[in-house]
């Protein structure tokens, strides 16, 4: 398998459940991102991990954790989301974390919060 | 603040050309992004400018000028898999990346 991988796919959940989007980067990159795409709206940043650290948390809010056993996965844990959370969630990585490198990005997963 | 401008929506006929502005205002510039995304897809890297000019690669060409803040991305023989939204992207003085909303390009037969 190559590239980044996403699961799930689809996922519907309701505000008092507590899911976990999982990622997966077979490029051997260092650094690893979730971004959030809502409907003509500019991608927004939510975490950059560099070699599992985090490096940046763009003021989001802590329903949202994410987590970075080794540099070729990621999880965002959710929990007690609101309406305004359904989105697609998108994984990404780059060889270092600095922005000047391509961004390989996965699939998403479509939330919907009910 | 930090501002990316791209129109929304274009449509665009098979076998022609169409041009996608995109002008933006940052706390400095390292460079600037498009990608590609179709619908229900991840976005796919297609050009980095950092230099004024013209960058060509196969149907797709980009284009910058930093002077004036603005780049366009162009594409000539449109094909119907070229219906995608295009995303444009400038890194920051602290090569933060700095996402436009993205122009959704319809192309008709």
């Known amino acids: 398998e190559t590239g980044v991988t996403q699961t799930p796919r689809h996922l519907v959940m309701g505000m008092t459940n507590k899911k976990s989007l999982k990622c997966e980067q077979h490029?051997?990159?260092?650094?690893m991102y979730w971004y959030k795409q809502s409907a003509k709206k500019p991608l927004e940043l939510m975490f950059v991990?560099?070699?599992?650290?985090?490096?940046e948390n763009n003021s989001v809010p802590s329903r949202f954790s994410p987590e970075c056993p080794n540099s070729s996965h990621l999880f965002l844990h959710l929990h007690t989301l609101q309406p305004e959370d359904s989105a697609l969630y998108l994984c990404?990585?780059?060889?270092?974390?600095?922005?000047?490198?391509?961004?390989?990005f996965g699939p998403g997963t479509r939330l919907t919060v009910t | 603040g930090q501002n990316i401008d791209q129109p929304t929506e274009m449509t665009a006929t098979e076998g022609a050309i169409v041009q996608i502005n995109c002008t933006y205002q940052?706390?400095?510039?390292?460079?600037l992004f498009w990608y590609q995304q179709h619908a229900g897809e991840a976005p796919t890297f297609l050009s980095y400018?950092?230099l004024d000019g013209l960058e060509e690669k196969g149907r797709f060409s980009s284009f910058l000028s930093r002077s004036k803040g603005y780049s366009y991305l162009l594409l000539k023989e449109l094909q119907m898999k070229d219906s995608a939204s295009y995303l444009c992207?400038?890194?920051?003085?602290?090569?933060?990346?700095?996402w436009g909303a993205g122009t959704k390009l319809i192309i008709k037969p």
């Open positions: 990404a990585s780059s060889q270092e974390p600095s922005g000047s490198y391509e961004q390989y």
């Open positions: 490029l051997g990159h260092n650094a």
């Open positions: 991990y560099n070699f599992k650290e985090q490096t």
């Open positions: 940052t706390s400095g510039f390292n460079g």
């Open positions: 400018n950092v």
């Open positions: 992207a400038v890194l920051d003085s602290n090569y933060q990346l700095i």
